[in-house]
Every structure is written in structure tokens, then in C-alpha cells.
């Protein structure tokens, strides 16, 4: 693989539900990131971690939660399903944290219902 | 809220036609990015512009930024059918990196 991969490519899931999705990277980055991108707001960070053991809190933390055990993979869970959550989640590397170009994964497709 | 703001949201223009889309911004920045996403794709990087340069050219992108006016504009010209996609600007603030909500450009064959 090249690049940035995530699974799965989309889910259905019940409210209430825990998830959680995977992301990994082979490009050796430091950092690793985790948005969702909903029609009319744009990008919006949840999670980042600016290298392995390391993880912090973007704009829209809540009801997520993340773990950095390693430079290639960077889950991101979410323990109890609600259907504000319905998104799709895209997971991004960058070999600095935030100051240079971001490699984008291709995108889970969340349904909570 | 959005750190940077994109304008027109959506713009369609003949095949070969050059496209200009802006990006306005709230803070003081480091750099200013340019991505682009085809639809049902992730988000690819196009350009990077960094707060002491004044206009960057590649290919056939070219971008100004103004800090004094806090805007960016990006220029496609000659454009193709493949350029249809949805594109974003973005400044870094502290560990985040704020996207504005796009604009989406249509290029008719």
C-alpha cells in the first residue's frame, strides 16, 4: 500500500452502538489526524496526534476518542453511536504537525441510525 | 467557526475558461493551502502558499495571498473537464487546520 488507507469504506450503525474506525499510513508521518465532513460546514478536526503516544482534542472532540499506539495506525472510536454522528470521517498525515501538506485518506462513510 | 471562507460557493464555466475562486481568512497565518476533492474522494493538496510570498505558480494554478487583506485567490486557467471537483483553502491555527466550506467548480466540455 501507498499512502493512507481506512476501513471500512462505509457502515450503517444503530444509535448507542460502538465503533470504531481504522486508519493507517505507511508514509512514516509523525502526525496523524482525524475529521468529518458534513455538507455545508466543511472539514472539521475531532482528534490529531502530533506523533506516536500523543494524541489532542480539535474543534469537535466529543463523542470520540482516538489512540496513537504506533507511527502507521491512528483508530478512531466512538463509543456510543448517535445519529449527529452520521458523517463522513476522513483520516489525514502529515510528516510536521499542522505547518505543511496533509495526505488525505479516501473517506468512511458513517450512517447512525 | 470557519477560519477561512471561500467564495463564489459554486461557479461553472466553459471548458478552456480560466476559474478564480477566494478565500478570505480571520487570523494571522503562517501559510495558506489550497486542496481539492473530486466527489466522493478524500481531499488531495494542490499548493501551499507561505504568509511572506505574495503569488506561486504550478502548472496551471496560480496563488496570490494578501495578508494585509487576509484573502487568498486561487486561478485555474485553461480549465478541463477534469478540474470539476469541490476546492478548499486552508490556514493552520495551533494543532488545527481550518478548511473553509468550498467552492465547487463545474468545467462543461
Known amino acids: 500500500i501507498a499512502g493512507i488507507t481506512q476501513a471500512p469504506t462505509s457502515q450503517i450503525l444503530a444509535a448507542g452502538r460502538r465503533m470504531t474506525l481504522r486508519c493507517t499510513q505507511d508514509?512514516?508521518?509523525?502526525?496523524m489526524y482525524w475529521y468529518r465532513q458534513d455538507l455545508g460546514l466543511g472539514l472539521r478536526l475531532i482528534h490529531y496526534?502530533?506523533?506516536?503516544?500523543?494524541?489532542g482534542k480539535g474543534e469537535v472532540p466529543d463523542g470520540y476518542s482516538v489512540s496513537r499506539a504506533n507511527t502507521d495506525d491512528f483508530p478512531l472510536t466512538l463509543a456510543s453511536a448517535v445519529p449527529s454522528q452520521t458523517s463522513v470521517y476522513f483520516c489525514?498525515?502529515?510528516?510536521?504537525?499542522?505547518?505543511?501538506?496533509?495526505?488525505f485518506g479516501p473517506g468512511t462513510r458513517l450512517t447512525v441510525l | 467557526s470557519q477560519q477561512g471562507e471561500e467564495d463564489p460557493q459554486a461557479l461553472s464555466i466553459q471548458e478552456g475558461e480560466n476559474a478564480t475562486m477566494n478565500c478570505s481568512y480571520k487570523?494571522?497565518?503562517?501559510?495558506l493551502q489550497w486542496y481539492r476533492q473530486n466527489s466522493g474522494r478524500g481531499l488531495v493538496h494542490l499548493i501551499l502558499?507561505?504568509?511572506?510570498?505574495r503569488e506561486k505558480h504550478s502548472g496551471r494554478l496560480r496563488v496570490t495571498l494578501d495578508t494585509s487583506k487576509k484573502s487568498s485567490s486561487l486561478l485555474i486557467t485553461a480549465s478541463r473537464a477534469a478540474d470539476t471537483a469541490s476546492y478548499f483553502c486552508?490556514?493552520?491555527?495551533?494543532?488545527?487546520?481550518?478548511f473553509g466550506t468550498g467552492t465547487r467548480l463545474t468545467v462543461i466540455p
Open positions: 489525514a498525515s502529515s510528516a510536521l504537525p499542522t505547518a505543511g501538506e496533509q495526505f
Open positions: 508514509m512514516r508521518h509523525n502526525a
Open positions: 496526534s502530533n506523533t506516536a503516544g500523543t494524541t
Open positions: 487570523t494571522s497565518i503562517n501559510n
Open positions: 502558499i507561505r504568509s511572506n510570498e
Open positions: 486552508a490556514t493552520p491555527m495551533a494543532n488545527n487546520l481550518f
